[in-house]
């Protein structure tokens, strides 16, 4: 018997629910995940998603029994135990370091969205936008220093929540000129987004 479907409020712009996307994909459980699309705004709580998660804010899943989960970072953990994944190590320095590049890159993408947000007010902060690109910049050096440590470990959710914020990078900021701050880190990406999970979830408008 076919096992069954979980729904999650999807959308292809999201990086947070491209994390899961990447996830479920390299599991093999995207043919378990029915997709719906979810509008979820700041501004404008969307009412359908609340009924599910009253944060209003996606990724969200609801399982088969009707239980639902958030965010991100326990939907990714909840595949991986579901399909006896490995992509959360579980014991020793491996673990730790997968869990602190995973915490850095969705903290890098809370620090995007806001200065987003931010930069398309009529009257930006500009001490706001100057704190947003001072932590992205740090996070970008700190990151090219560890591009070797991150190519030589086994693939995990740290390089998943890395590589949807440097998307993001691309997606969103492309005057940024990443590449030209972190090149050892920008190699080591291009390596990770050629495989199919990237591949099959890059970012898109509409
Ligand atoms: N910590 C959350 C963040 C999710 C998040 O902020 N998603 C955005 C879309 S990219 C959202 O739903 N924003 C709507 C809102 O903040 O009201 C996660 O990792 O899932």
Redesign the pocket.
């Known amino acids: 018997m076919a096992e069954p479907a979980m729904r999650l409020h999807w959308?292809p712009?999201?990086?947070?629910?491209r994390?899961v996307m990447v996830c479920a994909h390299e599991l093999g459980l995207l043919p378990r995940l029915e997709l719906v699309r979810s509008v979820?705004?700041?501004l404008k709580?969307n009412p359908v998603l609340m009924a599910d998660n009253p944060?209003?804010?996606?990724?969200t899943l609801v399982l088969a029994d009707g239980r639902t989960l958030?965010?991100?970072?326990v939907?990714c953990e909840y595949l991986n135990d579901t399909a006896g994944g490995a992509l959360f190590p579980v014991h020793g320095d491996a673990r730790w370091q997968a869990l602190r590049w995973h915490a850095l890159g969705?903290g890098l993408?809370?620090v995007l969205?806001l200065w987003r947000n931010e930069r398309e007010r009529e009257l930006p902060l500009q001490v706001l936008m100057d704190a947003f690109e001072l932590k992205t910049r740090a996070s970008l050096k700190l990151l090219d220093d560890e591009a070797k440590a991150l190519g030589d470990a086994p693939f995990c959710i740290g390089h998943v929540a890395l590589g949807c914020a440097l998307g993001y990078l691309d997606y969103r900021f492309g005057m940024l000129g990443w590449r030209g701050l972190a090149p050892r880190l920008a190699a080591w990406f291009e390596v990770l987004r050629a495989r199919p999970s990237f591949q099959s979830s890059e970012p898109v408008d509409g």
């Open positions: 959308s712009k999201s990086p947070y629910v994390k979820a705004a700041m709580p944060l209003s804010k996606i990724p958030f965010d991100s970072a939907i969705d993408l809370d969205i």
